[in-house]
């Protein structure tokens, strides 16, 4: 066989051809043009019906309001306590930009823009031209100032077909919104100039030194230049790529009759006179790690893009306490002398502390972390896991210890003793252990008695415990349950917002409610956006046992309890004092905590190495810790209420337990179950009036759209 018979074979060749015949048949037996264009024209409609859908979604009503505001951040007074750090420029209005300015712009980007509705059509002919020679749309060519609006304020600025129609939908949005003046002002007010200056009027500043009112044609021609490339076509980049950039313009605008031949020969020979007069505000993220910690809660709990968040003028209602967190950062300001540091300006000790209301479980104020702050850098208050030391034991131990019949008065063991087949054997911080063997229950806990706590766990079981931390916010994972979980030894850890919100329970008659920094959040037209005014409440325990935990934690601050002379210079504070070691083995100290709480604030405070090194807290910082927790303890009670606590001391108690008027479980589930009901319904009902709002709004738009087309019949 020859290779030409291996590659031709006449019986192949005459099956394909039946094949292709056959194929031809079916095409014109089942109309297969009409098939096709039918599939092209339903795709068509699909895609334009996806694409109008997301244009009448968007905000456009919006979006004038979110240019000329900033993102607004109020207390829990309602008060404004600051503005979100955002790259927006100095928002000025169209009488304030000069005419030469204005002119060069839509000569020179959308010489039809007072004539079109949003896209020319010219212009997307040469895109699509474009697309055809180059194969890509690099280069832009089809866009029209309401267009780059748009895409500025509602897209992503990649180049694709996709990007392009929803582009061109939501100008024809915006055209029906607004004028073209006020598209105009928008669009020079919302462009980016390089060099970090957003807006026309930070740009003339930064680049002239003066408003953009006096801006002559020679200034117009080089902004409007900077607008196509703002990092490499800025004067003070590249002065000579400013100047060719220019002169295009200047003889552009002279053959358009905009300007003279003489008037175009004069600016081209002319030089770019630069003056920098621009000055950075730094107005905004007043309280740097509660709004840092702002940002993060909105951007993971609602639907808000980041940069929308920061820069579309919203209104966020938070839980702040100005006094509160200003008496918090005075807690810190030049006391380097407490944490012993070294004089190079770097923190050798950390610390970190959190604020909570326990009414209402709001944060009231956080410190994010010692030495220079870095914008939405790590936040020590809402970002660091630690272990917990011994400030766990009230929550894993002594509440279930209480709900399983023992009283404030019980006895229990201290002794040194070996539990289980690794024969795990505590003892306690102090090496010491009571002569009689025992000790009473709320002794234990104001001594932090690692002997007893360790024996209550054993004989309650350690199921228990985990459950109960569940309760109080706090999961604990599979290998960390095993009787050392009494001493605080957490893989995982707890931030220190996470153990506020977990001890603000005591002072909340024994309900929880998870801490969280916003109330709600409003956009710029005042439309309620996201609200958790009433956030969810969790009975961990009743009434009674929520006062005889806190008798016994009021011990912790007084002359019997390891945070002795670390409280308030006045008034009484309950808690728990804590800390852990650098790892097993190696008794030095790696982390302190204190809690303590009123009725009115809970705080929370950790100290700490954030590298395990040579050094010891203990050596760094021997006392700093009580005598930092006593500042702060006696800042914040002098603008707190200062509500007494309605019951004393356990050491000071003949009586087993506090009597309250409720006392029983049942009454307690009932209380919290009644109000759980009444949120369930508020928030059903909240749902259903947001629907209907949103369906009723859908169908507006949609007439309103369908009222503007033009039918052929």
């Given at each position: 066989m020859t290779m030409s018979d291996h590659y031709y074979n006449p019986h192949e060749m005459s099956r394909w051809k039946k094949i292709w015949q056959g194929f031809k048949n079916l095409w014109v037996y089942y109309r297969g043009w009409k098939w096709l264009i039918f599939l092209g024209?339903?795709?068509?409609?699909m895609m334009s019906t996806y694409l109008v859908i997301i244009a009448k979604t968007t905000s456009v009503e919006t979006l004038q309001d979110g240019l000329m505001n900033q993102t607004t951040v109020y207390d829990v007074y309602d008060e404004k306590a600051g503005t979100l750090w955002a790259q927006k420029g100095t928002y000025v209005t169209l009488d304030q930009i000069s005419p030469q300015m204005r002119e060069t712009l839509v000569s020179t980007e959308d010489k039809r823009f007072y004539e079109h509705n949003g896209f020319d059509t010219i212009g997307i002919g040469r895109a699509f031209v474009s697309l055809l020679l180059k194969r890509n749309l690099s280069g832009g060519g089809g866009s029209t100032i309401t267009q780059q609006l748009t895409k500025n304020a509602f897209l992503t600025l990649d180049q694709t077909f996709q990007r392009k129609f929803k582009e061109l939908f939501l100008a024809l949005e915006v055209e029906k919104h607004y004028t073209k003046?006020?598209?105009l002002e928008m669009y020079l007010n919302n462009a980016y100039f390089g060099n970090g200056v957003w807006g026309v009027e930070d740009a003339s500043m930064k680049y002239f030194g003066h408003s953009a009112v006096y801006l002559d044609w020679n200034e117009s021609m080089v902004l409007t230049a900077t607008l196509n490339g703002p990092s490499i076509f800025n004067p003070i980049d590249d002065y000579e790529v400013a100047i060719e950039r220019r002169n295009a313009i200047a003889e552009y605008l002279a053959s358009e009759g905009i300007i003279s031949q003489e008037d175009s020969a004069y600016i081209q020979s002319s030089a770019i006179e630069l003056y920098d007069a621009y000055i950075q505000t730094e107005q905004g993220h007043e309280y740097p790690s509660y709004f840092d910690a702002v940002i993060n809660e909105a951007v993971s709990l609602t639907n808000i893009p980041e940069s929308d968040l920061l820069s579309k003028g919203y209104q966020i209602y938070t839980n702040l306490e100005p006094s509160a967190q200003q008496m918090l950062n005075a807690s810190y300001d030049n006391n380097s002398w407490i944490f012993g540091d070294d004089g190079t300006g770097t923190p050798l000790v950390q610390s970190a502390s959190a604020v909570v209301d326990p009414d209402s479980g709001g944060v009231m104020a956080?410190?994010?972390?010692?030495?220079d702050y870095n914008y939405r850098g790590f936040n020590r208050a809402t970002d660091m896991y630690r272990s917990p030391g011994s400030t766990i034991k009230p929550l894993a131990i002594y509440v279930s210890a209480l709900e399983a019949g023992y009283n404030i008065h019980s006895a229990v063991p201290d002794v040194v003793q070996s539990y289980g087949s690794n024969n795990y054997t505590p003892e306690n911080y102090d090496l010491?252990?009571?002569?009689s063997g025992e000790v009473e229950l709320y002794y234990a806990l104001a001594q932090s008695k690692n002997t007893s706590a360790v024996y209550l766990m054993n004989e309650l079981g350690i199921n228990r415990s985990v459950q109960k931390l569940k309760q109080f916010g706090i999961n604990v994972p599979q290998a960390d349950q095993t009787l050392t979980l009494a001493l605080g030894a957490l893989q995982t850890g707890v931030t220190p917002v996470q153990l506020a919100s977990a001890y603000a329970t005591f002072a909340n008659e024994g309900v929880r409610i998870e801490s969280y920094f916003i109330r709600r959040i409003e956009d710029s037209s005042g439309k309620v956006v996201y609200n958790n005014e009433k956030p969810a409440r969790h009975m961990v325990m009743t009434k009674n046992v929520a006062a005889d935990m806190t008798s016994m934690m009021l011990d912790s601050y007084s002359g019997y309890g390891t945070g002795y002379g670390a409280g308030p210079d006045w008034g009484h504070i309950a808690g728990k004092t804590g800390s852990t070691e650098v790892s097993e083995g190696n008794m030095e100290t790696r982390d302190k905590w204190m809690v303590g709480y009123t009725p009115d604030f809970v705080i929370v405070t950790w100290v700490g190495l954030d590298e395990i090194g040579e050094e010891s807290l203990d050596d760094l910082m021997p006392s700093g810790m009580g005598t930092l927790f006593n500042i702060q303890?006696?800042?914040?009670m002098s603008v707190s209420e200062q509500t007494p606590f309605?019951?004393?001391?356990?050491?000071q108690m003949n009586e087993t337990t506090n009597i309250l008027q409720t006392t029983s479980w049942s009454d307690d589930w009932q209380e919290a179950f009644s109000e759980n009901l009444d949120l369930a319904r508020e928030?059903?009902?909240e749902l259903w009036q947001s629907?209907?709002?949103?369906?009723?709004?859908l169908i507006n738009k949609g007439s309103e759209w369908l009222e503007t087309i033009d039918l052929p019949f």
């Open positions: 024209m339903s795709l068509a409609l003046d006020e598209i956080v410190y994010g972390g010692r030495g010491y252990t009571d002569p303890t006696t800042n914040l309605d019951v004393t001391y356990a050491s928030k059903a009902g629907t209907k709002e949103v369906a009723g709004d």
